[in-house]
T-cell receptor, first 112, second 112 residues
């Protein structure tokens, strides 16, 4: 599975959009991009995932570049409750393995 | 309510005393995994299972065993726990190869 690179930390003002980047330059054609977040030591929470098209759900938007080598998670109106560690993961769709590799993520601090 | 349930949530025990952490999901998911999380290292996959009686090693399987006798349950067994297995453990499940994982609330193990 491709490796991802994320900044270790970011700040965002409450009410503003939080844009979290992820680099996955070695991604292959059948690999999906997933985003999770972890608040304190709770279980990671799924946010969104995509293959090559941009995706949006009630939590966030995922923008994947045309060459698929990077992506951005957008939280459109960050709140204090969005303070968490955000993980970008790349994983191929395979019926022979369920390996997921988490990196160290981006610690997002939302301030008032 | 759809969920992944781990027990116990907290455990302090001593070196060499066998222990089992249970994991159960009520979503009829095919895939299940165990992760451990240590400071500065993110989440690392221990074992995963793609179906009943099918299990495979993740990235850090040493010192652990798993079994998948029923679809809903995926216990993690530490036959002879050691202090370096002190960690926060998460169980996760998902329905298919490209679907997101659902995580339990975690089990904090301390091995003295």
């Amino acid at each position: 599975d491709a490796k991802t690179t994320q900044p270790p930390s970011m700040d965002c003002a409450e009410g503003r959009a939080a844009n979290l980047p992820c680099n996955h330059s070695t991604i292959s054609g059948n690999e999906y991009v997933y985003w999770y977040r972890q608040i304190h030591s709770q279980g990671p929470q799924y946010i969104i995932h995509g293959l090559k098209n941009n995706e949006t759900n009630e939590m966030a938007s995922l923008i994947i570049t045309e060459d698929r080598k990077s992506s951005t998670l957008i939280l459109p109106h960050a709140t204090l409750r969005d303070t968490a560690v955000y993980y970008c993961i790349v994983s191929r769709r395979s019926y022979n393995t369920d390996k997921l590799i988490f990196g160290t993520g981006t610690r997002l601090q939302v301030f008032p | 309510e759809a969920q992944v349930t781990q027990n116990p949530r907290y455990l302090i025990t001593v070196t060499g005393k066998k222990l089992t952490v249970t994991c159960s999901q009520n979503m009829n998911h095919e895939y299940m995994s165990w992760y451990r999380q240590d400071p500065g290292l993110g989440l690392r996959q221990i074992y995963y299972s793609m179906n009943v009686e099918v299990t495979d090693k993740g990235d850090v399987p040493e010192g652990y065993k798993v079994s998948r006798k029923e679809k809903r349950n995926f216990p993690l067994i530490l036959e002879s726990p050691s202090p370096n297995q002190t960690s926060l453990y998460f169980c996760a499940s998902r329905t298919g190869a490209s679907q997101p994982q659902h995580f339990g609330d975690g089990t904090r193990l301390s091995i003295l």
